[in-house]
């Protein structure tokens, strides 16, 4: 029986079902404002006492699908590669706080549509070129070209189009906007993952010519195995990195990072799943709450779900603590089927928490006219477990949910306007990464000519309503707004939302410290330090 | 007490059926330098008691009890150490198939260094004395030999390397087990002329184990008739063989085709029935159940082994039988038709370069059997097969049947033209398909050849057992699926049946059965055969006109008395002399594979050879007499003659 | 045996050419978009349409089938789409590990599956024979990635005697990338000793039960002397059609073992650019392990004949 | 009247072919594989009556609970009752390998057969497109398979079946080749019976040692082969209980539930045990006879 010249080669797990097991979906990290400005920007906080210089980090992360290309990249590790390497105008914090970096300062002109910029004088790329305003200009007009095929387009989509940049003096830049924008940092900031600031002559191979103003410079890059990099001596952060230098390998799958940060291969990871990495020996978790989330999408505009009495069922068949117990290892946040997270700050929090009801759900499908729904559920291997969850909650209230589950190529390939399955498909679980500004989610997804509106949702109050958000100059302005829009979207529940995933990245307590986890997993080694 | 004592020894298998009894009670006892013969047909027990000897049974044989001494040293004590020492000094064996007792992956030199080895000969020394051991048996160019492997050898050099290796071992006690089976009747002369040089030079006891009475009266000094485990009869071998005491060793000798003796004169008589099962032997005599004197006293008790002048035989009534008038009567048989059945002209078929079948013409009359004689590798079953549309692509020469063209390959004959050629093949095991019985066999063959008689009629007919009809193939002796293979290829009324060696497989006493029923139906049907054999006894007995090839030639054809009494080709003396196994053959073979001489192929080992001529310009093809023609350029007065 | 060689010889590459047709056919039907796959979802139908324009996507297939192959041959194997890397490279290089690692586990294998063979060979229906035996079926039975899980949480995580992953630093030397291999191949060489033991055992058995060795014993040489001479040779030869099927997994067949221990071998290689409809990576490993896998059959049938004296000539008839 | 045929008659006649010793050790390994295939398959047909939970039935709130009194095997990530699930996985695994074997065995046989008894440029042909087919990579077709058709069972025995059709041939051809030179064939070819019936009729019979070795064989790479295309994510669609899927999905628990991983990776190696040993004695036994 042994002769088995068995003929099957089993594939890479990683892509298929595999990179579902990743949590973060690695298609999906695209990132952008969050909350208006705080107080000063301050450097991270300092470490207790002088930090040790030296010593090189060993950083485990999936291998990127695609080149390693600042302009096009979309996925977690190669956005975290370049982050090491180059710089943004402005850093988000944790908890989507403002830090100043290669802007000085920025200020908006009454009405928020014209924004000016102060670039940081004294800062130089690494390979010797003074950083000046022409530099920033160069980086945006590349992005917002649409030869270069940036995912940044979308996020400028409506606000900043090619020519809005300008220049005034050697080091400052003007944003003129199409319309009123108050979070317009965040777009610029490293919530746009893509708007790092490369040098005006860049021309497109950053894996060969790696120039930029970042904390390390990239020495090796090689797509099968990994990449290692070293300090740069001509950071502008003086005194910063303390580490030597940073090597990153590329892992097939998170069990294998597990066991690699174990048996003392790594000391931390890049991308980290919660429900597969976990706090033992050596292996500590710092965890962030976050407002990434994975949307129940439901098509409004045909049977079943054209009924609104039929969404609002669904809502309340889940058990919403019971998925973030599953899929998400508790550490989310329960989501309220409306697209402002907690950690928004105009997010209300004046409208009841769904619960799981099976009265209701029973009392609202008879008031539907539906005696016995059932519907299928499309998704792509990253939201296999959510699928699960969702299929045998449904089925304790008597919804059955037929699984169709795809690659992701062919989830997401096909014609955006006509038949890709993640817009097309009656009911399906898309992966969103964490967004800085609620209007991220809004504008794409639930508005009437959102470009993601795969609910096929048409509610002209509520576009008005959002406009009216983005344009706001005050706080309660924008609170009142934000009312409306949430209580609009709970009723009638285009997209569910039932948790809000928490983020975390694993380290080697023993070995380094100063990692900190981010909700969009962005990469800021400059302040880690030998223990 | 020197040479070899055997004394009451019993041997038996464990089966899942309980002991076996293989071997029961033999006695016997041997001088040094005298021979042996041990004479019995399938399941007598004789293999069991050479291994025996060599105390070399299978892992699930036992000695039970007796006693073997050679040279006074008893076999059966020795310990392993000692047992080994002593097979390595004392005994030499030689198996039937040589070729599989040399290790396939080591050179022929290698293994005979080995032996010597064996006998504590220094390192240097061996390569000469490898050499001198390979001259020894008379194989040409030994250093080319030492170095060849065995599947690179013929048959009858393998034999010699076994042989060459005994004399290295220089035993006291040498058994051959068939030794000489399978080879070819003048490369067994030529073995037979040196396991004479063996017995002088080591001054050695054999033991020769054979089915063949006659070769085995030739050869040894005594011979031992085994029974089924038991020794029917013992005495000196050529006393044995010309007034048998015992009714079985009678039956055998009456039973066994003798050279020039055709079917006219005298009839083969086969022993009735089977040997008795082993595990379940008959009371009373063993032969008892097939011996045409049994009375009740034979089928009661056993006999025991009484001395009758001079002869040790186990028969109550050894004294009164009369043995000799048990020879049956000749049958004639009916005279070929006139006309030609089969005509092959200018036939040839080729292996790669090698023209097996070279250039051969030959008419079958209607009613006619017509045998083919040839040694091996002469291209008499290529020609069979050939014939019959199957083997090498056809190259040149043309075939014809009852006058019609007759396609070379099979694939492009009609349906009438395959139900009147059919085909028997040699080895018994394998002519039937295993998994099917009896009756499916026959009635598939029916049906396929549009026969019109019934499954029962037809085995009748090749007296077979009705009984035997529900039985699986399998399970049948050697001569019964002849028997049923004969059957099959008569269920279309055939005209013409081509038989390749037939009997040559089969014990001598089922050969003699199966001949009589191939001659019965030829008698009944008037089918014509071309029988193929090696053995001119059985081609003599039936054949009405014979064909002898060589290396691919027809070398003479004509009606059977006339090429067996001569004047008759070289070459057909050669085969007469060998069969009648008068005159062993002192000279080296040529290697087989050596080069065809432009002129005539049996150049080389003609005694009569005329120089030149021979060697370079292709014999013609002289007439002898009416209907009997010889390829050669000897003048035809000066053909050599057969001897009376 | 010539015979043999060149007509071997020619059906490589007419299969090649087979296959190669056949991924590109594959290819076509198969979901999803490699410029899709290349951009992300967030990127606009439009800049997806450009960059399959650019990337020659949008012509007739016999016209980029034709276009590639004329490239191929003269050794340009273009780049990945994904991964925008000479192909030429990327494949290589994994084709590099896949046979480190292979040959690495054929090095362990090839004692082992003999030693294992013969003994039990030689102790016929003895406790040692049926033990070997049923362990032999046993490990051939459990799917690689089960007996690699199980090494890996004893040997890499408990007793941190090897690395957990088999990939070694870049430029490390060739001791420290073999330590990191030992547990992968230590379960490639659970997975395939039974098959290649139970060969050598059969032909152990029919050595020793082989007229040419009761030949010898009855020229009274000793049972060690019988086995070193005769038993060894011809048990042994028979052993290399089961090492070469052995060998053509190893090579193809890996692709549980890659992923488990993270090593970039090019079975992955394969299944990924086969999920990516990356073309051109495809095609060049496709077309390499169909190389490899044809050569090492027939190296195998070539071997089995010069090995074996019977064979050696081409037997005609 | 040969040694050789001397020593078959006296073997005949006693019934003393195989050396007695080894049959009789022989059904220890046949019981114990007869027990472990016999136990699967009961389960696989009773596994609901036997199931102490409803596998698919979700517990968040019990994750990862350690085996325990009420849980003997733990429970998986959903809080899913890992014995249940294992009981319940033994039936997609004994629908899809049986099937998929009997489709390699039925095509294998036929084409073997066909290149054996024809031989020539048939024989050729098959032996050339065979070769094609192994070295075609039968990872592409599969996905290939899947794309066209969808996940279902019949797909997977369709690629599992195919995938395995080239083996079967090449061991039913070279068996069939050794009895075409059977006299007793050749009668048969002589007596004009037509080509099929060649095959089934005079051939098949006599080899159909070869084929039923192969079936067991393959029966127990079958069963890998359905594992290990779950465990690359082509195999059924998610939730279902098969073993193959249970590893690859549980496979990323290792350290925290290890129970989540050994208990169908031992299923999986048990089954094949099983059908391995079974395998190995039918073979000794029809050597025997």
Redesign the interface.
Known sequence: ??????????????????AG?TGLSL??A?CSSGTPPSSGASDATSPTGAAKRGGTLRVGTPAP???L?PV?M??GSAIGIVQLVADYLIWLDPDFTLVPRLAQSWSAEPGNKVWTFVIRKGVVFSDGTPLDAKAVKASFDRLLD??N???A??AFDGILVAGGVSLRGTDTVVFTLERAFSDFPYLVSAGNYNAVILKSDYAGNFAKSPIGTGPFLLK?Y?????A?LVRNPKHWQTGKPYLDGV?V????????E???L????LDALIIT?P??I?A?GNVVLDKVSGTAMTALTLRADKAPFDKKEVRQAIAYAL?R???N??IDNNIGQLGNDHLFAPLFKAAPTDIAQRAQDADKVKQLLSSAGVDKLSFTLTFD?PS??Y???I???L?QVGIDVK????????F??????KDTP?LFTDANLVAWAGRAVPSQFLAPMVTSKG??NGSKYANPALDAALLAYDAAASDDERKKQAEIIATTLHEDVPVIISIWNGSVRAYNKTKFTGIKAHPSTYVDFSSVSRV | MTGLLVDGLRVSFDTRRGPVHVVDDVSLDVPRGATLGVVGESGSGKTTFGRALARHLPSNGRVLDGHISVDGTDVLALSPRDLRAWRARELAVVHQEAGATLDPSMRVGAQLAEVLGQQDVARDARRDRVRDLLSAVRLPDPDAIARRYPHELSGGQQQRVVIAAVLAARPSLVILDEPTTGLDASVEAEILALLEDLRRDLDATLVLISHDLGLVGQICDEVVVLYAGQVVERGAAADVLTTPRHPYTAALLASAPTFGVPRRQRRLLAIAGTPPDPAAPPPGCRFAPRCAFADDTCRADSPPARVVDGRTVRCHHAELLDLTATARPGADAPVPRPGSLLQLNGLTRRYGSLAVVDDVTLDIAPGEVFGLVGESGSGKTTLARAVMGIGPRPRSGTMRLSGNALAPVLRRRGRAVLRRMQMVFQQPDTTLNPSHRVRTVLARALETLDGTDSVETLAARAQLDAALLDARSTDLSGGQKQRVAIARAFAGSPDLVVCDEPVSALDVSVQAGVLEVLADERDRTGTSYLFISHDLAVIGYLADRVGVMYRGQLVEVGATDDVLSGPHHPYTAALVLAAQRRERRRSATPPAQAAIATGCRFAARCPHHLGDVCAEQPPPLRTVAEGHQVRCHLPIDQLPKGTA | MTRLLTRRLVAIPVTLLAVSVLVFLATEVLPGDVARTVLGREASDASVADLRRSLGLDDALPVRYAHWLGRFVHGDWGTSYTLKVPVRELVLGRLGNSLLLAAFAFLLLVPIALGLGLLAGLHHDKPTDRVISVVGLALGATPEFVTGVILLVVFAVQLKWFPASAQANPGAGLLVRLDHLVLPAVSLVLLCTGYVARHVRASTVAAVESPYVRAAELRGASRSQVVRRHVLRNSTVPATSALGVQAQFLIGGLVAVELLFNYPGVGALLLQSAVDKDLPTLQAAAVVLGLLYMLIMLLVDVTYRLLDPRLRREVHA | MTAVQERRAVAVATGVAAPPTARRRRPIALSVGAVLVGGWVLIAAFWPYLAPYDPQRQHPTLRFAAPSGAHWLGTDQFGRDTFSRMLAGARPVLEIAPLATGLALIAGTLIGLLAGTCGRWVDELIMRVLDAVLVFPAIIASILFVAMLGRSVTVLVLVIGLAFVPIVTRSVRAATLVERQQPYVEAALLRGEPLWSLMLREILPNISRTVLVEATSRLGDAIFAAATLSFIGLGQQPGSPDWGASVSDNRAYLQNAPWTVLSPALAIASLVIGVALVADSLRARLDAR
């Open positions: 029986m042994a002769d088995h010249a068995h003929p099957f080669t089993p594939s890479r797990r990683g892509f298929l079902a595999g097991l298609l999906a695209a699908p695609t080149s290309d096009t979309y996925d649409p030869k095929k940036s995912a387009l979308s090796t090689n797509a099968s195995t990994g290692t090597q390998k590329f892992y097939a799958d998170s069990q294998a597990q066991l690699a174990q048996s003392g291969d799943d429900s597969v976990l033992t058990d603590p019971g998925v117990q599953s291997p296999k477990s699928a699960l969850v299929q045998d909650q089925k699984l169709d589950q795809r690659s992701s190529s062919e997401y390939g096909g014609d955006q306007a993640w470009v993601w």
